[in-house]
């Protein structure tokens, strides 16, 4: 799982917008029917859940992760609208999707050579592909840019609450001889596995309702990223006709992901292990099989064992907000010289470790030192709100307090009208290049944070209401 797509990302994480921007090419995690899309897309868009909140927690080591307490309603019954994608894309037209859609059957015969090269076996190929038809509702998710979005604290809020951390804790004890030998065997906190675990699926619970092939051949075959869900749905195959998964355990997100930590297919293919010996790689009903595959995965990334991911600090008044980037690592004992401390002068352990500086908040909020493990959290998902939340949820988990500093709750979140204003506002006086399309990323924090200097604000990149009004001139 790299920061390289293991779906596509929506609009709808882009959380405390000045901050957590997701590049378009993101990972499974945040793009997904099920796990933390559907969260996001419930709470952002008003889309239909995909499980239920009351689930219970998987008990005495069985190997089947226990249902929602609530049949969840699937969107997939959802039909397509029918228009254009609001990518603009030449693809994403309503006239270009139908004629894929038409021309379906033909586009998943013709992978036939490519999955012969793959070592899938003709009967295969023809069972998995019999019966099969484009889901075209998932055009409009992909293309989907809802209106408001969230602050990163009530983000937290909801993700981090005591229901989800008393699971992760019955989790920890149920499953503890699995976390006992994965830590043995790959160095990688059980906290940080078991947060992943809590946040992507809420313990099993919220996985998706979406068949797997038939999203990601929808995919290969109809829309702008054909490219890519090309070897999605390959590797889908590949999955199946090595005999790890059957058909109906491959069902999860309108992407593609799959399982309670949320895989894409080709992830499945690099990071999925046996854990319990048992001839299989189960990622969906086998704890064994998912915790270290969900380890493996973080190993693989980077993962520095016996190490934090990172520190709340408190930033001093006057500070210089332009260092708040991810480019911009010094050693801890430097961000301590320009008078960065944790909260209550708590020591750091290693001074010579290197960090980032992250404000998630801006000026009015609490500053963050982010080391190594936060940089494989950002692989796992490269957004920096679904990375703190896994660091915060697996210190909590580990017995830790809650951040310290208040959240400027005062804040309103800019909705995208207001959004896409401020960066028409930038490009008049001069501040920003890009095209203006309400989707902030790294050049419109840029822009922000140069205007901000200009008028001897905190260049802190936060897209607040009350730099929108000094841009309106009032």
Known sequence: MRAQMRGIATIAVAMAIAVFVLPEEAHAQTSNGGGIQGFLDNMFTGSISKGGQGAQVPRGGSAQPQPAATPPASSAALPWTGQ????????????????????FPNCVAAMWPDATRRHITRANFERFTAGLSPDLRI?????????????????????????????????LATYKPQFDAVERAYGVDRYAIAAIWGIESNYSTQIGDRSVLQSTATLACVGRRQNYFRDEFLSALEILNRGDLRPEQMRGSWAGAFGPTQFMPTAFKRFAVDGDGDGRRDVVDDPADLIASTANNLKKDGWQTGQTWG?????????????????????????????LKRPGNKPFPRSAERAYLLAPAGAEGPGFLMLQNFRVFMKYNPAEAYALAIGHFADRLRGGAP????????????????RLELQQLLAQRGFYRGTPDGQFGGQTREALRSFQASIGAPADGFASSDVLERLRGR
């Open 403 to 418: 951040f310290i500093q208040p959240w400027p709750r005062q804040e309103r979140v800019l909705s995208r009208a207001e």
């Open 311 to 339: 520190y709340e600090v408190a930033v001093p008044q006057g500070f210089n907000y332009m260092l708040a980037d991810r480019a911009k690592a010094m050693t801890i004992a430097q961000w301590e010289h320009l008078g």
């Open 139 to 171: 055009m409009d998710l992909m293309d989907s840019q809802p209106e408001f979005t969230k602050a990163i604290w009530d983000y937290l809020d909801i993700l981090v609450n005591d229901t989800r951390l008393a699971k992760g804790r019955e989790i």
């Open 84 to 103: 254009d994608g609001a990518s603009g894309h030449p693809l994403m037209t309503a006239s270009a999707i139908r004629e894929a859609a038409a021309n």
